[in-house]
C-alpha cells in the first residue's frame, strides 16, 4: 500500500515548468518536458520521472552540461528522413520535434525514420514511441548514454543502458508498449534504489574484477569511476544468454551513432580527461510505421489486440494470478494515480523545496500540511 504523500499532476506540471524557466527553458520547451516527466510517473515508472528533475536536468544545468535552449540544426531532411543536431540542448525538445516530422512523413509515404546527434537525456523512451501510437502508427526508437553496460565475458563498461522501444496500436485502451533497457537493470532503477536506501539485487552489477556488487550508493560511483558495469540483459556470461542482451545493446548503440554520424561509447561519459564535466552528446534514432500502408490501421489494431488478450488468456503458472502483456502495469499504474496525483517520497520532497525556495515560488506542497 501506498504510503507517500501525493502532489496533484497539476502542481507538480506547473511546478516544474516555473523551475525549467528560472534556469532559461522557454515555456513551451518547459512544458514538454516537464510533460514527458510526468508521463514516467502516471506509468509507474518512477525511475525517470519527477525523482529525476534535479539530478539529470537540474543539476547538469549547474555544471554546464545541459543547456537550456535546445537549438536544432536540420542537418537532412528527405522526404521519408531527418537528422537533427540538438546542439547539446534539451533532449526531450528535439525528440518531440524530431517526433512530429516523422508522423507527419509517415501519414504522407507510409514509414520515416530519424537520428539526432549531439543530443541530451531524452526521458523515458515510451513517451516517443507513444506519440505514433496515439495517431495509429507504430513507433520505434532507442538511445545510447553514459557506458554502463559490459560485454559479454568483459568487465569494462562499454555501452549505455540503450533502451529499445516499441508501441503498437491495439483495439484496447491502452497500446503495446514495450520499453526497457537492454541492461539487466538501468541506472535509474539504481538512482532510484540508492534514493530509497535500498540495496541492488545481486548478479546485476559486476566490479571490474568481476565480483557482484550491491550497495546501490557504491555502485553510482563505481560506474562513473569505471569500477564496476552493468551485466546486459540475460545476465553474466552465457549461461543466462546474456549475449542477448549484449547484442542487442549493440545494435541501439551503432543505430543511435552511426546513422545521424554522432559519437558513442566512452566519449558519452560526460567527463573530459582530465575528470571535468562535459556535454554528453548522446545519439537517438526513430521509425515511425503506418499501417494503413499495409493492411490497415483498424486490421492492425485487432490482430494485435487479439494477440494480446490470447497471452492473457493463456495458462498461468501455479499461484499467479494474472498475465500481462506490454504496457498493461502502466496503464493500471494510471488507472491508481490518475485522480490521486504523483506520491513523492522524502529524497524527492527536500529537492521540490530547495527549488521552491531557492527562487521564492508561490508553491505550498501538500506534504508540507502534514
Not at 516530422?101 to 520515416?112: P, T, V
Not at 532510484?192 to 550491491?214: C, L
Not at 569511476?225 to 549461461?239: C, F, I, R, T, Y
Amino acid at each position: 500500500m501506498e504510503t507517500r504523500p501525493y502532489v496533484s499532476w497539476q502542481m507538480m506540471n506547473d511546478f516544474m515548468i516555473d523551475v525549467f524557466k528560472k534556469y532559461g527553458v522557454p515555456e513551451k520547451d518547459a512544458a514538454v518536458c516537464a510533460d514527458v516527466l510526468l508521463e514516467s510517473d502516471r506509468r509507474g515508472i518512477e525511475s525517470h520521472g519527477c525523482n529525476r528533475f534535479k539530478p539529470i536536468y537540474i543539476d547538469r544545468f549547474e555544471k554546464g552540461t545541459l543547456l537550456p535552449h535546445t537549438d536544432i540544426e536540420i542537418l537532412k531532411d528527405t522526404p521519408t528522413t531527418v537528422v537533427m543536431d540538438a546542439h547539446d540542448g534539451m533532449g526531450m525538445v528535439a525528440a518531440h520535434a524530431m517526433m512530429e516530422k516523422l508522423i507527419g512523413k509517415a501519414k504522407i509515404y507510409g514509414m520515416a525514420g530519424g537520428a539526432i546527434r549531439n543530443s541530451t537525456h531524452y526521458g523515458i523512451a515510451g513517451y516517443w514511441t507513444g506519440m505514433a501510437a496515439k495517431e495509429g502508427m507504430i513507433g520505434i526508437t532507442g538511445t545510447n548514454a553514459r557506458p554502463s553496460i559490459a560485454p559479454t565475458f568483459g568487465v569494462e563498461n562499454m555501452m549505455g543502458t540503450n533502451p529499445l522501444t516499441f508501441s503498437l496500436p491495439t483495439d484496447e485502451e491502452f497500446p503495446f508498449c514495450l520499453d526497457c533497457a537492454t541492461s539487466i537493470v538501468q541506472r535509474g532503477k539504481i538512482e532510484y534504489y540508492a534514493r530509497s536506501g535500498k540495496d541492488t539485487p545481486a548478479g546485476m552489477v559486476i566490479t571490474d574484477e568481476g565480483k557482484t556488487m550491491t550497495d546501490s550508493e557504491e555502485i553510482l560511483k563505481a560506474l562513473v569511476s569505471g569500477k564496476a558495469a552493468l551485466a546486459p540483459l540475460g545476465g553474466v556470461g552465457d549461461e543466462m544468454a546474456g549475449y542477448k542482451g549484449y547484442g542487442y545493446a549493440a545494435v541501439v548503440e551503432i543505430l543511435s551513432a552511426a546513422l545521424a554520424g554522432g559519437s558513442f561509447m566512452k566519449a558519452l561519459t560526460g567527463i573530459d580527461e582530465n575528470g571535468n564535466p562535459q556535454m554528453y552528446h548522446l545519439g537517438h534514432f526513430f521509425f515511425v510505421i503506418n499501417p494503413e500502408f499495409f493492411m490497415g490501421e483498424d486490421t492492425f489494431r485487432k490482430t494485435a489486440g487479439e494477440i494480446c488478450r490470447a497471452l492473457r488468456a493463456s495458462k498461468k503458472a501455479p499461484g499467479e494470478e494474472r498475465i500481462y502483456t506490454a504496457g498493461e502495469k502502466e496503464y493500471l499504474a494510471w488507472l491508481e494515480r490518475k485522480d490521486k496525483g504523483v506520491p513523492v517520497g522524502e529524497a524527492v520532497q527536500k529537492e521540490l523545496i530547495s527549488l521552491r525556495d531557492k527562487f521564492s515560488l508561490p508553491y505550498v506542497f501538500p506534504f508540507e500540511k502534514q
